[in-house]
């Protein structure tokens, strides 16, 4: 496979009207993006940033305001962004007490994140963070893992367009027709598998190992 295909030249943009029973599935969208670009090791605290910045909207915008959410890679950076429509409402640090339940959004992104601001255009605004990348990363910025590449191509042979989330309105219906394709490939391929006289339980079973050892490759 070509791996320029694959690069994200584009920041990847996500539309969504902000209320708070969304904001799992942003944060599940995000994540998908991200550790399709390679970036496993920033999905947790831009994850974690990206919901704190849906939630000021949703508190001090209002709800279903229409809003989107964008990650764009550029140099050594990871930036996440939130876009709204409202210019007044300006996110600020504010000091809560330890036993407060609110008050902590922008001094989480503010601690988790490399640095964070605010950009006024008009009557809208952006609110962005971002995450550094090591010399390493930064290198590989551009090259998602192979294997989540490859099956991006094959379940949009089953589903007719390469598997994202994005809508949130539906994103629920995404998955679970993400899941859907997933499954129908699996069954497709152990079909082949036994029309060609192997045994089905032996490929599954390796197929079982090569991921596990993989899976303890990354986490070592």
């Known amino acids: 496979m070509d ?86 409402a300006l996110p600020t640090l504010a000091c809560a007490s330890h036993d407060s339940e609110a008050g902590r959004g922008m001094t989480l992104v503010d601690a988790v994140s490399d640095r964070w601001g605010v950009e006024l255009s008009g009557d809208r605004k952006v609110t962005w963070c971002e995450f ?33 989330l994005g809508s949130v309105e539906y994103s629920r219906l995404a998955v679970a027709t993400a899941e859907e394709a997933a499954i129908d490939a699996i069954t497709d391929l152990l079909y082949w598998f036994r029309t060609q006289g192997w045994e089905v339980d032996d490929a599954l079973d390796q197929a079982q190992s090569h991921f596990e050892a993989e899976c303890e490759v990354r986490l070592s």
Not at 68 to 82: C, D, K, P, Y
Not at 136 to 153: F, S
Request: aromatic share 6%.
């Open 3 to 88: 791996d320029v295909l694959w690069r994200p030249k584009r920041p990847w943009t996500l539309s969504f009207l902000a209320e708070a029973d969304q904001v799992w599935a942003l944060r599940r969208a995000l994540r998908i993006h991200l550790e399709y670009w390679g970036l496993h090791d920033l999905t947790d605290a831009a994850e974690l940033c990206a919901g704190e910045l849906v939630a000021n909207v949703i508190k001090h915008v209002g709800p279903e305001t229409p809003a989107t959410l964008v990650a764009s890679l550029g140099g050594s950076h990871l930036r996440i962004e939130v876009h709204d429509p409202d210019a007044r």
């Open 132 to 164: 550094r990348m090591d010399a390493t990363r930064a290198e590989r910025q551009h090259m998602p893992r192979p294997r989540l590449a490859r099956a991006a191509d094959v379940l949009s042979l089953y589903c007719g367009s390469r598997p994202t």
